[in-house]
């Protein structure tokens, strides 16, 4: 397994004349576990929206296992097995909590399945994986958000992913809630899944994390594992501000 | 929304009895049947591309006129049948939403109701300085007096336009439609080709738009540019589609039958007033029941009074 | 010359086709409110400066604060009472609603007003002067001195004033601008009287340069969502830039194309202009 699943070559966005992103290099190796983090602003979900192909990079290459993709639309992207989780959660409103996962089953993995009887049982399946079954008839609108957490996550599941992108799936839970989307997460990857992690809560990402790269001002400053990082001057700099002389 | 089979033995048991209507000899009544039944289509074409995917068409008169254009060529300048004048109609229509749909549909909300609007006038006018079109007189078409014929196509179309409907809020292809209207940028990311559903829904759309075209224009054995290209249809099968129920199965259809009938008593009673009562009529029903009726019928069922309250509560500032 | 002549006319006129996008602009990009019946506000400010005219022998410039003061209470009364319950519907539903209240509105003023063409005809109607060999009526020019005045009144508004940063703050987010004490229903029905003022405005100056009849509405609200877009939803100067663009554009066609085409050829380059501009420079639906 030596082609990394998602190798970024100097990836640059602008927008209108601000650089969110300069020339960013990093790659994930299958199965691996990447932890991204960085300051608000850093660019983290414009990255993701990179990947994903919700946003278009202005330089820059990008290849899913072994092969570009920076021009392909986002639902071809999602076909091959890219998901990704929304930081400003978007399920489909108007939906129940069951159709929504539904669509990331019936759309997923190389086109999904034809048949809705199919996607429903899949779906159910993935609800239950992440814990939402007991909602599954609900409106999408009306979860609070742990649930909403999880029925993002349940959605990405199923599209039958390559590579997931998390992108903030633990900001406002507690502490019990962040060990169970930890293990969860884990459990994601032991199906064989490599995922790219995007969080501010340090201790969840120390746990899951193989290794970790960190996003300031859009350029990368750091990279390494867990414990190299945070203990990494620069690191420390980006988050706490410049320590006065 | 998946219909209920009682509800669906009820709506297939009103449609045969609609269709006995040319035997209950009342020619006003058969007049404003076929007229309340073709409107019923255009809401519930536009209820594929407004209503399921969440594209407000304001132009899809275009698709109209292409068909009452398209079928008075055909017959008129061609001397072809009738048949053969519907299917040049129809095939126009989806020509044309096929290739205009692609760079308008990746508009959004607003934007995109006004191109169509914008594209509405263009093909209008463009018809208007055609030749073979009649340039701006029109052309007047064979006569041929079978009220009856009309209005059983008219309600055949219907059925048919009800049926797809059907089938798309059953199919993937529905739930994708729907998918796209909640969230594109989700929609997409979770698989869904956005651009091939959104111009398919179009085409759609414009078929059955353009039938309902041709089938009036030899009804009324006329067309001219400002006729078939009307702008007021499109606001009015938008306000019988959402006054209904957009994204339902039957709620255009509905929607379609009772605002014709108030404009129809409003105008022969109290004829001054009958446009102020419906502007009136509009308002209360964008604020009391902006989910339109079929919502309603379930959300009362459900609530009672307190829809109302709920419904304002969802939506106010 | 004569191009220069309907050039110089085409801006001239311009500058009130702008005045009249910029209300339709406020609300929409403040208040995500498309105004189908902006037109008919127009309308109902044209009819209020040519009353106060005919009846009250006020000059139809001094008339112009009093029918946009009374605009602003209608349209403050409207959003307050009526819109705001409805505001966080889908877009669909405002625009049906807005067509509602301009079918009532084109109603009413036909029932009071009967369809007969009004013009303003102030005693200076007919005087021009000549400059560089064109001639420049007065009354358009002063038309045009009002629209360009107004519009850097709310430019100076909008950048200047407290109530200005609260209006761009609610645009921006409704949410902080509450934690900034902003009350959002009273704000709202500020800015949409507002733009109904503005449209007041307009109405007035437009009862000077044509004719005013209950059903002008429809097609001047067409021509403001026109210009609204091109200019740019929450751009004062954008708003006017893009009337003149429009002006010039009616004016050229009108003189080399059949007068028929003239209102197509805004449209068709509306579709143009939306389909070509990059996406991200729209504010999201």
Redesign the interface.
Known sequence: MSVPILEARNLTRRFHGLTALNDVTFSLAQDEILGLIGPNGAGKTTLVSLISGTLPADEGALLFQGAEINHLPPFRRARLGIGRTFQVMKPFPGLSVLENVMVGALFGFQGGVESRTRAREQAEFWLEFTGLQHRSEQRAESLGGPDRKRLELAKALALRPKLLLLDEVMAGLNPTEIDEVVLLVKRIRDEGVSILVIEHVMKAIRNLSDRVFVLHHGEKIAEGTPDTVFADPRVVEAYLGRRRQ | MTKSLPGLLLAASIAVVLATVPWWNNAVLLQFGINAVQLAVMAQAWNIIGGYTGSPSFGNSTFYGLGTYGTAITMVQFHQSFGLGLGVGALLAVIVALLVGIPILRLRGPYFAIATLGLAATVGAIFANLPIAGENIGLVLPLTRDEPLFYELSLGVLVLVTLTVLFIDRSRFGLGLIAIREDEDAAAVTGVNTTLFKVTALAISAFFTALVGGIHAYWITFVDPSSSFDPRLNVNMVIMAVFGGPGTVLGPVVGAFILSTISEVLASSISTAASLLFGIVIVLAVLFMPKGLVDLGYGFRRLGWRYFTETVRQYRL | MLLMQILLNGILLGGLYGLMALGMGLV?GVLNI?NLAHGAFIMMGGYAVYFLYTSAGIDPFAALPIAMLAMFLFGFAVQYG?L??????????T???T??????L???AQLLFSADLRTINPPYAGSNFGVLGLTVPVVRLGVFGVALGLALGLWLLLRMTRLGRAIRATAQNLIAARLYGVD??LL?AVTFGLGAALAGAAGGLFGLVSQISPYVGATLT?KS??IA?IGGLQNPLGAILGGIFIGIAEATSALYLSP??V??IS??L??VI??TRP??S?R??
């Open positions: 929409w498309v009526i705001n319950f409805i505001v966080r519907s889908a877009l669909l539903n625009l049906l609603i067509f509602g209240f301009d079918v009532v084109t109603y009413v959002p229903r709202y067409a969502f026109v877009i028929t085409l209102d197509v449209f068709g509306l579709v939306l389909v996406a991200s729209f999201a639906a």
